[in-house]
Structures are given as C-alpha cells and as structure tokens.
C-alpha cells in the first residue's frame, strides 16, 4: 500500500511539471448542495416495541411477554430534517480536481431523541494521467473516498431522498430481550464513504467503467488509522452493452433537430465483490464480534422513452453477505458464518402526455432482507427477522434540481414485532411521508 502511494504521488508531480507546457488552464471551483426534508404521518401510531410486561407471560408474542402499553409519544408525527450536503469541487489542474463535502445528518439516540450533527462525508483528490478522445480514462482517488456501488445504485434509482437504495437502506438486523426492555440493532451492508483509495477505469464511448478500491474499513464516520493490519477490498462495475447503438442514435436525433431520444435510452447491468476482513480481538472484535465481512451484488436499470412525452424505467438489485464470528473470544479457530441478504426492485413510470413536460411520476418499490438465509432454531430474531419494504411514491419535479412528492412506505415482519400506543401489535408499520428533495 505505501509503495502504491509512493508511485501515485511521483507520477502526479511529473505530470503536474509537464502540464505546465500545455495550454493555458484556468482554475474552477464550483458549489452546490443536497437537502433532504419532508413531513412523516405515523399511520398507524405505532412502533418497534421496546419494553414489554414481564408480568404478562405469552407464549405466543415474539419476546415471550406482551408489551407495555403507551411505551412511546402519541401521535409521532412531525417535520424532520434528514440530510444536507455542501459540495465543493475543484479544477486544480488539468489532470487534478478534488472534492470535499460537510454533511449534515439525523441520528436518534437510544432514548428517542432525534439530534443533528456535523461530518465531512467525502473529502478526496482524483488523479487522471490518461485520457483519450473516445473516452478512455484512468483515474485514481485518494482519501475519503465514495462508495462506488451506492452512488451509482441512487443515480439509478433516483430518489434517495424518498428511501436509502437496498445495501445503505438501515435494516432491523437483531431484536433482543434484557430484562423488560428489547434491545434493537439496525445497520447496512456498508459504509457509503471510507478512507482509502480508488482506482477507476472508463471504458471508451461510455462503454461503462470498473473500479478497485482499497480501503481502511471503518467508514467515514470513524477515520482513525485503521487498527489491523488487513484492509478491505471493493471491486465494481457497470457496463452499458448498447452504449455504441445509443450514441448513433442521439447523434441523428441532434442532426435531425429533435431534442428527445425515443425508445430504449438506458441499459446497465452491473456488479460488486466487497472482501473485508478484522483482525481477532481487534477494533472491538470480541465474542460474536465480526472479523470477516464479505458482501456481493448485481443490478440491473432499464429506461425506455414514449413517443413524444413520458418514460418507463425498471431496475432492481440482488445483493447478499457473510459475516464470519467468533464462537468464543478465547478460541479463536472455532467460527461460524451468518450468511444474509434480499433484493430490491423498483420502477418509475412518467405518464406518456406532453402536457405533463416529463415533470410528474409515479413510483413503486419493493424489496425483501433476510438478516439470517442459515437454517437454524425459531428462538432468535435472525431466523424469523425477514422484512419487507414497499414505497408507492408520486413525484412532481417542477425543476431539474427540485423534486416535490408523497410516499406511503409500508415494512413488514415476519412477527408481530410492532405494538400500537393501545398495546395491540402488529406485523406491518406504515408510515405517510411529504418528501421535498433539493439538489443543485
């Protein structure tokens, strides 16, 4: 790893010292943003239950005890502030551009309370020494670095303001019992950002790019040095088979004066390996601790153009992990796997009238996780954990940076592990959102 950024680094200044005798290059530096806020309407003034009745025994309730009645606030409906990035980019020279981005996030603490809070979510330099005229390039990134699946995955999707895309969308993944009081863990795949680096190349003619990351494994809200000595490797790709046939295309509806491609204008088809992997007793591996996590995916995004006005556009993604444990701190040879995953598939559909201007849509999604695919008792959570996610969306985009909408998302259990504020439970938690999207 040192002597790869040895060699990355000799290799910038040489070609920052030849750059020099080119023609004259003028420095940019350009700022934009993301906002993500709404409303939420909890539909059924219910939540995942959390406290239960030790007194009332019932065999049949996914913890053994019926919960507590009015366990939580009445009525949570409220405004809520999800996101807000600042971009920053930079033109320093003609083969060098960086990139820095504050990000202000939501988080809800263990007792309820919803706070806000400050983090540089990317801060990283991109290095191109090869670039041709049928777009081929190279290029290398240094610092804290995007998660290359995710990043393509919402571009796809398009409404990351609405729900996370399925590998960074926050799973139930444990629900456990101590004492009265239910314990529970939710997480992602993996991190959307983690210091590292980033080799990248692009196909020619759009053809599609393949990316090979070398990363500390922490994500980016912990970015110390890395305090094992293995780092984890993150190799992507997405190609775009009919990039060539699309390209003639466009250049005939330019020379024929339209300004609107018909038909198909979007295939991709793509895939990840991510090979992590922690030290024994280090970074907090401890007894049921992970010490090897090892995830892998593909996607698929279809768009097809109406004549004139309006647009259909499917994709989805089948994304799994595997999570080796230690069985007991002390023995360390002795290990079992905790295999999961699930999919998602999601469509867009833009009514085909001119008089709508391609600004309004109707969204539909739905996805299936598994936290636990291993065969195993009926006792735990992993094993009867299965959840599924539906979002029905209508969307009005009155600009291309600002996108207004409605969105009922519904999650459902395989138990009924969400008790309403009478006390009754159920398998299902639905949820109304306003979602307002500013992205510029």
């Known amino acids: 790893?040192?002597?790869?950024?040895?060699?990355?680094?000799?290799?910038?200044?040489?070609?920052?010292?030849?750059?020099?005798?080119?023609t004259e290059f003028k420095q940019e530096v350009k700022i934009g943003g993301v906002v993500f806020?709404?409303?939420?309407?909890?539909?059924?003034?219910?939540?995942?239950?959390?406290?239960?009745?030790?007194t009332s025994a019932n065999s049949s309730a996914p913890f053994g005890y019926n919960p507590v009645k009015n366990q939580f606030e009445t009525s949570k409906n409220s405004f809520y502030f999800d996101r807000a990035y600042i971009n920053i980019k930079a033109n320093l020279t003609p083969q060098i551009t960086a990139r820095i981005t504050p990000d202000v996030y939501s988080t809800t603490d263990g007792s309820g309370k919803t706070q806000?809070?400050?983090?540089?979510?990317?801060?990283?330099?991109?290095y191109t020494p090869l670039t041709t005229e049928d777009g081929l390039s190279l290029t290398f990134s240094l610092g804290i670095v995007p998660n290359q699946w995710t990043s393509n995955m919402d571009k796809h999707y398009g409404y990351r303001g609405v729900a996370k895309t399925f590998t960074d969308y926050n799973w139930t993944t444990s629900a456990v019992r101590s004492?009265?009081?239910?314990?529970?863990?939710?997480?992602?795949?993996?991190?959307?950002?983690?210091?590292?680096?980033?080799?990248?190349?692009?196909?020619?003619?759009?053809?599609?790019?393949i990316t090979v990351s070398v990363l500390n494994g922490n994500g980016f809200r912990n970015e110390g040095f890395d305090q094992n000595r293995f780092k984890d490797i993150f190799v992507t790709g997405f190609f775009n088979p009919l990039a060539g046939q699309l390209a003639k295309?466009?250049?005939?509806?330019?020379?024929?004066?339209?300004?609107?491609?018909?038909?198909i204008s979007e295939l991709t088809v793509g895939g990840f390996a991510y090979i992590g992997k922690l030290g024994f007793n280090e970074y907090g591996v401890s007894n049921g601790g992970q010490y090897r996590t090892n995830?892998?995916?593909?996607?698929?995004?279809?768009?097809?153009?109406?004549?004139?006005?309006?647009?259909?556009?499917?994709?989805?993604?089948?994304?799994?992990?595997?999570?080796?444990?230690p069985s007991n701190s002390l023995t360390p040879t002795v290990d079992s796997t905790l295999n999961?995953?699930?999919?998602?598939?999601?469509?867009?559909?833009?009514?085909?009238?001119?008089?709508?201007?391609?600004?309004?849509?109707?969204?539909?999604?739905?996805?299936?996780?598994?936290?636990?695919t291993n065969s195993g008792s009926t006792t735990s959570f992993y094993d009867m954990g299965k959840q599924k996610l539906m979002i029905i969306g209508l969307m009005y985009k009155p600009a291309n940076i600002?996108?207004?909408?409605?969105?009922?998302?519904?999650?459902?259990?395989?138990?009924?592990?969400?008790?309403?504020?009478?006390?009754?439970?159920?398998?299902?938690?639905n949820r109304f959102y306003v979602n307002a999207i500013l992205d510029f």
Request: aromatic content about 16%; charged content about 20%; cysteine-free.
């Open 1 to 22: 790893m040192r002597k790869y950024l040895l060699l990355l680094l000799a290799t910038v200044l040489f070609s920052s010292l030849s750059a020099q005798n080119r």
């Open 37 to 54: 806020t709404g409303f939420i309407f909890n539909m059924d003034n219910a939540d995942f239950i959390t406290k239960l009745d030790t």
């Open 116 to 126: 806000y809070f400050t983090q540089i979510k990317f801060g990283y330099f991109d």
């Open 179 to 209: 004492g009265n009081t239910v314990k529970v863990t939710s997480g992602t795949f993996f991190s959307t950002a983690d210091l590292g680096m980033t080799t990248k190349l692009s196909l020619p003619q759009k053809y599609g790019d």
């Open 249 to 263: 295309r466009v250049d005939a509806v330019k020379k024929s004066g339209k300004s609107r491609l018909e038909g």
């Open 295 to 325: 995830r892998f995916g593909g996607m698929l995004n279809f768009k097809y153009n109406f004549d004139k006005a309006g647009s259909v556009k499917i994709g989805g993604e089948y994304s799994v992990y595997s999570n080796q444990l």
């Open 340 to 372: 999961g995953g699930g999919l998602s598939a999601f469509l867009e559909f833009n009514p085909p009238v001119e008089q709508l201007n391609d600004k309004l849509f109707l969204t539909f999604r739905y996805d299936m996780f598994n936290p636990n």
């Open 402 to 429: 600002l996108t207004l909408g409605l969105s009922y998302h519904n999650i459902g259990y395989d138990q009924n592990y969400i008790v309403k504020y009478d006390g009754t439970t159920s398998s299902s938690l």
